[in-house]
Each structure stands twice: as structure tokens, then as C-alpha cells.
């Protein structure tokens, strides 16, 4: 009889087992994760009725891999271009809630009696969300479109970077047990030296190396070169000194800004749902069924800290950005749960031997009652709301409203905001794209140059003549490239007092380029040949000079074309913009069942039986902005439509609409709400919208009008520009700047 490996009969086991555990879970309506975790406890070792997994070491190893394709798949879904484009509003109420959270969990563990490192563990357990049970819910509640939604989204991609952050910075605190340490300021210098590298070098090559060879990609190709560049960046991550997680993450969100992305994650699927299962069944082995009964007290409490804490910490940071009260309390009552991300820490903690083993129980069981409370607490929302607004005081909700209608306004920036910002950037890019040089070349190059081809001192010559070559576009940039010109001669002829800083700002450059030239040759250069390559370099410099601001604007441009790839890719489709107050733009795609397909705009009637506005139907790699009463909807239309929640809600029925005329068929435009101001200058002051022609000029729609504290949700076509209206103007991005610009230029005139 043959021998059949302990690997192959413990996966049968948990794989069978957790086969009938998530079809009883997903029959019951409760996140599969759960089902998976019972699984674990079930085949595990603490639990004898059914059978025993014989070797878990091995699943261990599963289960790291796992996690490492659980961080991959999470950070495709994530880029460098959607954390800029998250905004203030999400980043303070993330920041906001994570800062509490971190707080409340360390002090409810010192409450508890429990040590310092189990407490600080906790804080992190606690603070982090979990993005599948609240996108499982949304799916369920049918609320994606909601605008509080996109709220929602933004801060968990807020605590998904703190969460990898807090992976690195816990490991180091369990090492060097001191949160204030000289170890700890070292290992955070470290992870944004090394963040800011990977990022920059990973988003000019992989993008690049992808596009080169795109005429040999195909599915399996395309998996094989993501999962082999995934594990390349863990092993690179490990010998640095980070997590596997840390590295899988960003080779994830250095591959989610390519045009790829999209088919990554749908090829990873399959593998991200296996190695996810084992992970999560790993997890259950780990749970003693005797310490969740001996732990109950803190399980409860635990719970109630998460609920009340979370709901608590995100709906007062959702209301000091700005946001209404109702959407400050239903984003609150969503991310009041923990998940993944707080098995991950706890984990950490019992493999590095700093936590208590009732810890990681605690955690599992909390999230399994946060997971099972997340749909009721989001149902929740609209009721608690409706209750504190017949409560609270007219003073109160009168503040709150002008609060947030006041938070929402769009503020100037100031010329030296933006000046110093990009001086910072450029200062912050190049060097630490020189440091990283110089890193490679003593770390990698000198070695090998040393031992395959030249000896001391002709070694660390020919070392740093190539790193020299590829510093100076950097160097030169650092310190001599001119900074939004426009902005600095505005500056300097503007007031005297103003030279001073920016003089100041040009010297700081030219001493930071000339403290790392001096790093440089200290490093790859003896002193008896110092004044020898002083010389080289300058006659290299003169010889040079000239090519390098064209050298360093090519590698610019590919890095920019890189980092927007995806988004020139998606805007061929669709742009994406929010609107003011509770209207805002949502995306739908026709199916074939839906009951609108083949209907004009106009039958439909959509403005008329559901206030709603059509902003464009992408068909294919066509996009029509502002598609005429007369444009039919047809199956895989992807279509933009403007509404509030409960019109949205309303339209989501018809599975599809907007309005319509025969609109010129153009290629794909980025649509986006822009807002203008009306004025005693403005040309079509005293004109109905009609007459004013707006609607052809900028292939736009007048979508609101504030006037005198008022706001009109779709006007009608007749209504009359008055001098102070705040009009809000929808369509073609590039056409209405062009309106705007010859608006400006008339007024000059």
C-alpha cells in the first residue's frame, strides 16, 4: 500500500472540514471567516471528537504563506494615487480613530491587569478594522453607492498602512521593550527610507518591465511574473530586516497602479481563497475552547470596548472634518468591528514570545461578535440618527450644520504652501534615490567588483565612477533644478522681504547635494585620491552638465507615466468625482435583465420619477458625456449618475439609467463636478441656463446652485444667473477649465 504524505492527509482534513463549516456559515448568512476559524478549532489539537491535524508545522508554513498572499492581494487593492486621492476627510477621521483605539485598547489591557506588551498589543488587535466583513455587509445592505461609503473605504485603506506600519514597529518594540527608544526612532528612519525606495524604484521598473514584455503576456504568464515578483520582495523585505507581510504589501501596491491590476486579482483569486483558508483554519488550531470560557469577562468587555470605542472615535473624527451628522454616525456604526489584520498582530505577538497565550483567543472570539453584530450596528445608523436629531438641542444640530457646510467649502493655497511643499518633495525623492546608490554600491556592486574583477584601490574607482554616473541626474536636481518657476518669480518680485527664505531654500538644497557628495567619496575613496577625483568629477560635470536636466526629465516623465498608468487607463472609461452635500456621483453597469434596457433617456424619465442626472455612458472605449433625452441604454453600458443616497437608492431598482439627446460620441474624457462663481464680471449674468448655452460650451450639466444659504439640487433649464450664485458644473473636465479660463481672461480684458 503507498505512503501517503501527513501533508496530504492534514490538508484533506481541514479542507473537508472547512468545506462544511463555510457551506453551514455562508447558509446562516455570517462571514466565511468564521467558518474557517470553527473549522480550526474543530481539526485541532485542543478538540478531540474529530480528527487531529498530525503535523502542524507544516500547515505553520501554509499559513505564512497565507498571509504573505493575503498582504499581496491587499495591496492590489491599494496605490500610491488612491491614498492621494483619499482626501482629508477620510485620513483625519482614520487617524483620529486609530489614535483612540491605540489608546483605549492599552488602557482597557492595564485595566485588565495585564502587562505592558499585552496591552500594547491589544491597542493595535482593536484599532484596526476588517474591509472584508464591512464590503461583505455593504454587499448585503445594498448601501455601496451610499456616499458615507466611500467615507468608509477611504479609512480602511487608512488603517490597512498603519496596520502593515504597526507589523514592523511592534516586532522592534518586542525586541528592544522600550516604546521611547533609540532602537525604535532607528527602525522608523529605516522603514521610511526603505518605503520611499521601494516605492520609487518599484514604480519605475515594474510598470516598465511589464509594458516591455506585454506582446508575451497572458494569463498564466501574468500570474507566474506577479507571484514570482510578490516572493521576490518578501525575500528582499526579510534580509533588510521587515516582516514577509511588509514586502508582500508593497510589491502589491507597487503592481495595483499598473493596467494589470484588475486581472492580478482576478487570477489570484483562486490561490488568495486556498492559502486564505489555511491561514484562517490555522488561526482556529490556535484557539483553546477552555480559555474563551475562562475569559469571558474580558471577551465581553473587549467587545464593548471595540463597539463603543470604534463607533465612538470614527463618528467624532468624521464630524470635526466636516461631515453631517448622519454620515458621521453611519460610518461610525461600520468600522465598528476587528478582523483579519487582528489575528496577523496577534500572531505576531505569540511568535515572538512577548504576549500571553489567552491574548490571541481573546482576539479571535471578539472579532468573531463584532463580525456578527457589524450588519445590525449599520442598520442601526438611520434610526440612532433620527433619534439624537429629535433630541439634541436646536442650538446643537443648528452648529453641526453650519459646521459641516463650512468644512466643505473649497479653501485656497497660498504660494509658498506650494512652493515649500514641492521644494520638500524634491529634496525628500532625490535624496533618498542618492542614499539608495550608494546603498547598492557598497552593499552589492564594490563586493562583487572586488571579488570578480579589480583589487584595492582600483575597485572602489571604477565602484564609484558608475554611481557617480548614476547620481548626477539626482544630484543635479537636487540642487540646481528650478522649482515651479512662475511661483518663485512671483515670490521674489513681490515683496524684498520675501529673498531671504527663498534664497535660504537654495542654499539648504545646494548643502544637502554637497553633503552627500561628500558621504560619497568618503565612502568609495581613499584620501591620497580625494583631489584626484575632485578633478574627474568637475571635468565630468562640465561635459555633462548640459544633458542632465533632459537625462533626469526622461527618468521623470517615465516615473509619472508609471505612477498614472491606471488612472489613464480607468479614465478612458469613467472618472470619478464627489459632489457637495448629500448628492454625489455613483457608477452602474446595465445587465441584460435590467427593466431600462432599451429605453431612452427620455422614457425613462429619470430626473422626473427619481431626481437623478446621467453625467455619461461609457460604451466600450467610448464615453458620452451629458448623453442626449434620445440615447438608448444597452447591457454593459457603465453609466455616471448624480443623486443623493435615497434617489440613488431609488434609481438602484431600475438597475441602470440618465438622461438623454443626441450626444456626440467622443472618446473617453475624464468627467469631473467643477464649482464657479457668479459675479457683476460673469458673461451670462441675467441669463436663463438655457439661454446661456453652458450645457454645449463645456458638454457640462448644472447639477446645484447655491443662492443666499440655499441649495438647488437640478434646476430647471429656465432658472435666471443671479450676482453671488455658486453654480456647480459637471461634464468634461478639460472643456469646462477652458470655460473658466475664458471667463478670467474676459474679466482681465
Same mark, same amino acid.
Given at each position: 500500500?503507498?505512503?501517503?504524505?501527513?501533508?496530504?492527509?492534514?490538508?484533506?482534513?481541514?479542507?473537508?472540514?472547512?468545506?462544511?463549516?463555510?457551506?453551514?456559515?455562508?447558509?446562516?448568512?455570517?462571514?466565511?471567516?468564521?467558518?474557517?476559524?470553527?473549522?480550526?478549532?474543530?481539526?485541532?489539537?485542543?478538540?478531540?471528537?474529530?480528527?487531529?491535524?498530525?503535523?502542524?508545522?507544516?500547515?505553520?508554513?501554509?499559513?505564512?504563506?497565507?498571509?504573505?498572499?493575503?498582504?499581496?492581494?491587499?495591496?492590489?487593492?491599494?496605490?500610491?494615487?488612491?491614498?492621494?486621492?483619499?482626501?482629508?476627510?477620510?485620513?483625519?477621521?482614520?487617524?483620529?480613530?486609530?489614535?483612540?483605539?491605540?489608546?483605549?485598547?492599552?488602557?482597557?489591557?492595564?485595566?485588565?491587569?495585564?502587562?505592558?506588551?499585552?496591552?500594547?498589543?491589544?491597542?493595535?488587535?482593536?484599532?484596526?478594522?476588517?474591509?472584508?466583513?464591512?464590503?461583505?455587509?455593504?454587499?448585503?445592505?445594498?448601501?455601496?453607492?451610499?456616499?458615507?461609503?466611500?467615507?468608509?473605504?477611504?479609512?480602511?485603506?487608512?488603517?490597512?498602512?498603519?496596520?502593515?506600519?504597526?507589523?514592523? &514597529?511592534?516586532?522592534? $518594540?518586542?525586541? @528592544?521593550?522600550?516604546? #521611547?527608544?533609540? =532602537?525604535?526612532?532607528?527602525? %522608523?528612519?529605516? !522603514? /521610511?527610507?526603505?518605503?520611499?525606495?521601494?516605492?520609487?524604484?518599484?514604480?519605475? &521598473?515594474?510598470?516598465? $518591465?511589464?509594458? @516591455?514584455?506585454?506582446? #508575451?503576456?497572458? =494569463?498564466?504568464?501574468?500570474? %507566474?511574473?506577479? !507571484? /514570482?515578483?510578490?516572493?521576490?520582495?518578501?525575500?528582499?523585505?526579510?534580509?533588510?530586516?521587515?516582516?514577509?507581510?511588509?514586502?508582500?504589501?508593497?510589491?502589491?501596491?507597487?503592481?495595483?497602479?499598473?493596467?494589470?491590476?484588475?486581472?492580478?486579482?482576478?487570477?489570484?483569486?483562486?490561490?488568495?481563497?486556498?492559502?486564505?483558508?489555511?491561514?484562517?483554519?490555522?488561526?482556529?488550531?490556535?484557539?483553546?475552547?477552555?480559555?474563551?470560557?475562562?475569559?469571558?469577562?474580558?471577551?465581553?468587555?473587549?467587545?464593548?470596548?471595540?463597539?463603543?470605542?470604534?463607533?465612538?472615535?470614527?463618528?467624532?473624527?468624521?464630524?470635526?472634518?466636516?461631515?453631517?451628522?448622519?454620515?458621521?454616525?453611519?460610518?461610525?456604526?461600520?468600522?465598528?468591528?476587528?478582523?483579519?489584520?487582528?489575528?496577523?498582530?496577534?500572531?505576531?505577538?505569540?511568535?515572538?514570545?512577548?504576549?500571553?497565550?489567552?491574548?490571541?483567543?481573546?482576539?479571535?472570539?471578539?472579532?468573531?461578535?463584532?463580525?456578527?453584530?457589524?450588519?445590525?450596528?449599520?442598520?442601526?445608523?438611520?434610526?440612532?440618527?433620527?433619534?439624537?436629531?429629535?433630541?439634541?438641542?436646536?442650538?446643537?444640530?443648528?452648529?453641526?450644520?453650519?459646521?459641516?457646510?463650512?468644512?466643505?467649502?473649497?479653501?485656497?493655497?497660498?504660494?509658498?504652501?506650494?512652493?515649500?511643499?514641492?521644494?520638500?518633495?524634491?529634496?525628500?525623492?532625490?535624496?533618498?534615490?542618492?542614499?539608495?546608490?550608494?546603498?547598492?554600491?557598497?552593499?552589492?556592486?564594490?563586493?562583487?567588483?572586488?571579488?570578480?574583477?579589480?583589487?584595492?584601490?582600483?575597485?572602489?574607482?571604477?565602484?564609484?565612477?558608475?554611481?557617480?554616473?548614476?547620481?548626477?541626474?539626482?544630484?543635479?536636481?537636487?540642487?540646481?533644478?528650478?522649482?515651479?518657476?512662475?511661483?518663485?518669480?512671483?515670490?521674489?518680485?513681490?515683496?524684498?522681504?520675501?529673498?531671504?527664505?527663498?534664497?535660504?531654500?537654495?542654499?539648504?538644497?545646494?548643502?544637502?547635494?554637497?553633503?552627500?557628495?561628500?558621504?560619497?567619496?568618503?565612502?568609495?575613496?581613499?584620501?591620497?585620491?580625494?583631489?584626484?577625483?575632485?578633478?574627474?568629477?568637475?571635468?565630468?560635470?562640465?561635459?555633462?552638465?548640459?544633458?542632465?536636466?533632459?537625462?533626469?526629465?526622461?527618468?521623470?516623465?517615465?516615473?509619472?507615466?508609471?505612477?498614472?498608468?491606471?488612472?489613464?487607463?480607468?479614465?478612458?472609461?469613467?472618472?470619478?468625482?464627489?459632489?457637495?452635500?448629500?448628492?454625489?456621483?455613483?457608477?452602474?453597469?446595465?445587465?441584460?435583465?435590467?427593466?431600462?434596457?432599451?429605453?431612452?433617456?427620455?422614457?425613462?424619465?429619470?430626473?422626473?420619477?427619481?431626481?437623478?442626472?446621467?453625467?455619461?455612458?461609457?460604451?466600450?472605449?467610448?464615453?458620452?458625456?451629458?448623453?442626449?433625452?434620445?440615447?438608448?441604454?444597452?447591457?454593459?453600458?457603465?453609466?455616471?449618475?448624480?443623486?443623493?443616497?435615497?434617489?440613488?437608492?431609488?434609481?438602484?431598482?431600475?438597475?441602470?439609467?440618465?438622461?438623454?439627446?443626441?450626444?456626440?460620441?467622443?472618446?473617453?474624457?475624464?468627467?469631473?463636478?467643477?464649482?464657479?462663481?457668479?459675479?457683476?464680471?460673469?458673461?451670462?449674468?441675467?441669463?436663463?441656463?438655457?439661454?446661456?448655452?453652458?450645457?454645449?460650451?463645456?458638454?457640462?450639466?448644472?447639477?446645484?446652485?447655491?443662492?443666499?444659504?440655499?441649495?438647488?439640487?437640478?434646476?430647471?433649464?429656465?432658472?435666471?444667473?443671479?450676482?453671488?450664485?455658486?453654480?456647480?458644473?459637471?461634464?468634461?473636465?478639460?472643456?469646462?477649465?477652458?470655460?473658466?479660463?475664458?471667463?478670467?481672461?474676459?474679466?482681465?480684458?
Amino acid at each position: 500500500m503507498a505512503h501517503l504524505p501527513n501533508l496530504i492527509i492534514d490538508l484533506a482534513i481541514i479542507l473537508g472540514t472547512a468545506a462544511v463549516t463555510t457551506l453551514l456559515f455562508k447558509w446562516l448568512r455570517q462571514p466565511l471567516v468564521l467558518g474557517y476559524i470553527l473549522a480550526g478549532v474543530l481539526v485541532g489539537p485542543k478538540f478531540s471528537i474529530f480528527p487531529t491535524v498530525s503535523d502542524p508545522t507544516t500547515i505553520r508554513i501554509w499559513a505564512d504563506i497565507g498571509v504573505i498572499v493575503l498582504l499581496f492581494s491587499l495591496g492590489l487593492e491599494f496605490n500610491i494615487k488612491k491614498l492621494v486621492k483619499i482626501g482629508g476627510t477620510a485620513s483625519l477621521t482614520g487617524v483620529i480613530e486609530i489614535a483612540g483605539m491605540l489608546l483605549l485598547g492599552y488602557l482597557t489591557g492595564m485595566g485588565l491587569g495585564w502587562s505592558t506588551m499585552d496591552s500594547i498589543f491589544l491597542g493595535g488587535i482593536v484599532c484596526i478594522s476588517s474591509t472584508t466583513i464591512i464590503i461583505r455587509a455593504f454587499d448585503e445592505l445594498g448601501i455601496k453607492t451610499q456616499q458615507f461609503a466611500g467615507i468608509v473605504f477611504g479609512i480602511l485603506v487608512i488603517e490597512d498602512i498603519v496596520a502593515v506600519l504597526l507589523l514592523v &514597529l511592534l516586532s522592534t $518594540l518586542a525586541i @528592544s521593550k522600550q516604546f #521611547f527608544s533609540a =532602537d525604535m526612532l532607528v527602525a %522608523i528612519l529605516k !522603514l /521610511a527610507f526603505f518605503l520611499v525606495i521601494w516605492f520609487l524604484g518599484g514604480i519605475f &521598473l515594474v510598470p516598465s $518591465l511589464l509594458r @516591455s514584455s506585454r506582446k #508575451f503576456i497572458n =494569463d498564466e504568464t501574468l500570474l %507566474i511574473i506577479s !507571484l /514570482a515578483l510578490c516572493l521576490l520582495m518578501v525575500v528582499v523585505a526579510t534580509n533588510v530586516g521587515f516582516s514577509p507581510a511588509l514586502g508582500a504589501f508593497i510589491m502589491g501596491s507597487i503592481l495595483a497602479g499598473t493596467i494589470y491590476a484588475e486581472r492580478i486579482e482576478t487570477l489570484l483569486t483562486s490561490i488568495k481563497d486556498l492559502f486564505g483558508a489555511v491561514f484562517f483554519v490555522s488561526v482556529g488550531m490556535l484557539i483553546d475552547p477552555a480559555l474563551l470560557v475562562q475569559y469571558a469577562g474580558p471577551i465581553a468587555l473587549i467587545t464593548v470596548v471595540v463597539i463603543v470605542g470604534k463607533a465612538v472615535n470614527v463618528t467624532l473624527g468624521a464630524l470635526v472634518v466636516g461631515q453631517p451628522l448622519k454620515q458621521a454616525l453611519q460610518t461610525g456604526l461600520s468600522l465598528a468591528q476587528i478582523g483579519e489584520f487582528s489575528f496577523i498582530i496577534a500572531t505576531l505577538g505569540l511568535n515572538l514570545n512577548v504576549t500571553s497565550g489567552f491574548l490571541y483567543p481573546i482576539a479571535v472570539a471578539v472579532s468573531a461578535l463584532t463580525a456578527f453584530t457589524t450588519p445590525y450596528l449599520i442598520r442601526a445608523a438611520n434610526p440612532l440618527y433620527t433619534w439624537l436629531e429629535r433630541r439634541l438641542p436646536v442650538r446643537t444640530r443648528l452648529f453641526l450644520s453650519s459646521y459641516s457646510s463650512g468644512a466643505q467649502t473649497i479653501g485656497s493655497v497660498s504660494d509658498w504652501y506650494r512652493l515649500v511643499r514641492e521644494h520638500i518633495q524634491v529634496i525628500v525623492v532625490n535624496t533618498v534615490v542618492v542614499l539608495g546608490i550608494m546603498l547598492l554600491a557598497s552593499r552589492w556592486l564594490l563586493p562583487m567588483v572586488s571579488q570578480e574583477l579589480l583589487r584595492s584601490p582600483w575597485d572602489g574607482i571604477l565602484t564609484g565612477f558608475l554611481s557617480f554616473v548614476l547620481m548626477a541626474p539626482f544630484l543635479w536636481a537636487l540642487a540646481l533644478k528650478r522649482i515651479n518657476r512662475p511661483v518663485y518669480t512671483r515670490l521674489w518680485t513681490e515683496r524684498r522681504a520675501y529673498r531671504g527664505p527663498l534664497v535660504t531654500l537654495a542654499v539648504t538644497r545646494a548643502t544637502i547635494a554637497s553633503g552627500l557628495i561628500l558621504l560619497f567619496m568618503d565612502q568609495f575613496f581613499s584620501v591620497s585620491l580625494l583631489l584626484f577625483v575632485i578633478v574627474i568629477s568637475l571635468v565630468l560635470w562640465l561635459l555633462l552638465g548640459k544633458r542632465l536636466p533632459l537625462v533626469y526629465e526622461l527618468i521623470e516623465n517615465r516615473f509619472l507615466l508609471n505612477l498614472n498608468a491606471r488612472q489613464i487607463y480607468q479614465e478612458t472609461r469613467m472618472g470619478r468625482n464627489l459632489l457637495p452635500w448629500d448628492a454625489h456621483l455613483s457608477y452602474f453597469e446595465v445587465s441584460a435583465e435590467s427593466p431600462g434596457v432599451g429605453f431612452t433617456l427620455s422614457e425613462l424619465a429619470l430626473r422626473e420619477k427619481y431626481g437623478v442626472n446621467v453625467i455619461s455612458i461609457a460604451r466600450g472605449s467610448m464615453t458620452m458625456l451629458v448623453p442626449g433625452r434620445n440615447e438608448r441604454l444597452f447591457p454593459g453600458d457603465k453609466i455616471a449618475v448624480i443623486g443623493t443616497d435615497q434617489q440613488l437608492e431609488q434609481f438602484n431598482t431600475l438597475i441602470e439609467p440618465a438622461p438623454a439627446s443626441k450626444a456626440p460620441v467622443t472618446p473617453a474624457q475624464e468627467i469631473s463636478l467643477q464649482k464657479i462663481a457668479v459675479d457683476d464680471t460673469f458673461p451670462y449674468l441675467g441669463l436663463s441656463i438655457r439661454n446661456s448655452g453652458i450645457r454645449e460650451k463645456t458638454q457640462g450639466l448644472i447639477v446645484g446652485i447655491e443662492r443666499q444659504g440655499t441649495r438647488i439640487l437640478n434646476p430647471d433649464s429656465t432658472t435666471f444667473f443671479n450676482p453671488g450664485d455658486v453654480i456647480w458644473l459637471a461634464g468634461n473636465t478639460k472643456l469646462i477649465k477652458e470655460f473658466q479660463r475664458e471667463n478670467r481672461l474676459r474679466n482681465v480684458q
